[in-house]
């Protein structure tokens, strides 16, 4: 069974660095994409980024470029989602997904990560 | 970027009634156009993929239609535990983009 495990809630203050998680089992993490996806509090799903891990390819939608920076590790089958300054806009449901095998649609989704940022 | 319009963005269904959401797209994408359900609190799952084509396990009264602009999610008699956000999403073109939702409640 494909599973995605996303790291637990975190709250922040503006300023702070963040790291988090979604750890992949069930397939060959290498040969799939993973979309990471932002949902802020009582709105829509918003598209972040993609990564394939095997080709350590990496593609941002411009309003999140320079803003996160997403990763992998092969290793440990596992993606991450990091912010260097994190600021109260921040605060959103962060889902990890992994796409099909042609790469364009998004099956399953990790749990989501709740992240507040808050002084 | 392509923009996806979905309407209604909120529909108040009774039970049995059949729900049609569409959602159209700022420039023609074909037919890589993808459907999902959340539930309140829960992450989202697919329901449609490529416009019309049922993911595994989806209830049968589930469908999708449609190409290049205008897409359509039909819900034919719908249950209870349809109560939902529904989003279309293209994978046309990056970067990949989502409808808005349209939020279905059960009457």
Redesign the interface.
């Known amino acids: 069974e494909v599973q995605l495990v996303q790291s637990g809630a975190e709250m922040k203050k503006p300023g702070e660095s963040l790291k988090i998680s979604c750890k992949t089992s069930g397939y060959s993490f290498s040969n799939y994409w993973i979309?990471w996806?932002r949902q802020r509090p009582g709105k829509?799903?918003?598209?972040m980024g993609?990564i394939h891990p095997g080709a350590s390819d990496i593609?941002?939608?411009?309003?999140f470029e320079g803003q996160v920076t997403i990763s992998a590790d092969k290793a440990i089958s596992t993606t991450y989602l990091q912010w260097g300054s994190l600021k109260a806009s921040d605060t959103a449901i962060y889902?990890c997904?992994k796409t099909?095998a042609d790469?364009?649609?998004?099956?399953?989704?990790?749990?989501?990560t709740l992240v507040i940022v808050s002084s | 970027d392509i923009v996806l319009t979905q309407s209604p963005d909120f529909q108040s269904v009774t039970p049995k009634e059949k729900v049609t959401i569409t959602c159209r797209a700022s420039q023609s994408i074909g037919s890589n156009l993808h459907w999902y359900q959340q539930k309140p609190d829960q992450s989202p799952t697919l329901l449609i993929k490529y416009a019309s084509r049922p993911f595994s396990g989806v209830p049968s009264r589930f469908s999708g239609s449609g190409s290049e602009t205008y897409f359509t999610l039909t819900i034919n008699s719908l249950e209870v535990e349809d109560a939902a956000t529904y989003y279309c999403h293209q994978s046309s073109s990056l970067p990949l983009t989502f409808g808005g939702g349209t939020k279905v409640e059960i009457k």
Do not use: C, H, K, M
């Open positions: 979309a996806v829509g799903l918003e598209w993609i593609r941002y939608s411009p309003t889902y997904a099909g790469g364009n649609w998004f099956d399953p989704w990790g749990q989501g």
